[in-house]
């Protein structure tokens, strides 16, 4: 599916929304572009940027879009659907704000409304984001569809139920701080060793992404990898045990399952 011919509203001109309009602005096709923010000085910068065009209010971005993406902090929501509220029920909405159930979307929005909520993480600024996708009641096959091209072209998309959001933001959506402080502690270990911070820390990042390339490319197990790396009676075993030993693996899920039950103590507040 092509999203040429769409046009294609990002409310919400931050990090995340920045990062999905110049993706977008990648995708062959070549669909329209606009955006809307309380700062509209945001909306400029990517117009000289990426060529969008601003739209001056949300009402005017929703009039002119037949893709609407949210893209606004958790307390915005409330006051950005409120704008929303008698869009064309035709348009495809797509949320990817934080704790926010397609279920309490769907409650301000009109009867019937497409509607998709998406997960992103931040290295979409990269683009080589992951984004996980849940339909909601009344997002058909197509929207689906459409709405896994679009975020294909900030990384790898997946679709899973949306009661696995929770757990999906406590995973990717919170992991990407995880990766940097293992790259952080790495690279502080090469300068305790004696290298210096700058090359550390490039032997650290491109370890970590060229590991990561490894799982994704062979398909192979992280432990059977990991094996082929831990020689008998060599350093990494050595390594690895100190790290076992630490409780590395046992703190690494718990800080995913912190995160995934303080993602639904959110969204229960709503």
Do not use: W
């Amino acid at each position: 599916m092509s999203l040429a011919g769409h046009t294609i509203g990002v409310i919400g001109a931050g990090n995340m929304g920045g990062a999905i309009l110049a993706g977008l602005s990648r995708a062959p096709g070549g669909a329209s572009l606009r955006c809307h923010d309380t700062d509209m000085s945001r909306c400029e910068a990517l117009g000289k940027d990426l060529g969008v065009e601003a739209a001056a209010s949300i009402g005017e971005l929703a009039g002119a879009c037949d893709i609407i993406i949210l893209a606004v902090k958790p307390d915005a929501l409330q006051a950005v659907l409120g704008e929303l509220k008698n869009i064309s029920p035709g348009r495809l909405v797509i949320s990817v704000v934080a704790g926010a159930s397609t279920e309490l979307i769907e409650k301000t929005l009109p009867s019937a409304q497409k509607l998709v909520r998406a997960m992103p993480n931040t290295p979409a600024l990269v683009g080589e984001g992951m984004t996980v996708l849940a339909a909601g009641a009344h997002a058909d096959t197509a929207s689906m569809a459409l709405a896994e091209e679009l975020f294909s072209h900030i990384g790898k998309t997946m679709v899973l139920p949306e009661r696995l959001m929770n757990a999906v933001t406590g995973l990717s959506g919170s992991g990407p701080a995880y990766a940097f402080t293992m790259i952080q502690a790495m690279a502080d270990g090469g300068v305790k060793t004696g290298i210096p911070r700058g090359q550390a820390l490039l032997l650290a990042a491109q370890t970590v992404l060229g590991a990561a390339k490894m799982v994704l490319e062979t398909g192979d197990d992280p432990t059977v990898l990991r094996g082929r790396v831990a020689s008998p009676g060599g350093t990494t075993i050595e390594g690895l045990h100190v790290m076992e030993r630490a409780g590395f693996s046992g703190i690494v899920m718990d800080a995913v399952e912190a995160a995934a039950l303080k993602s639904a103590r959110l969204g229960e507040k709503k």
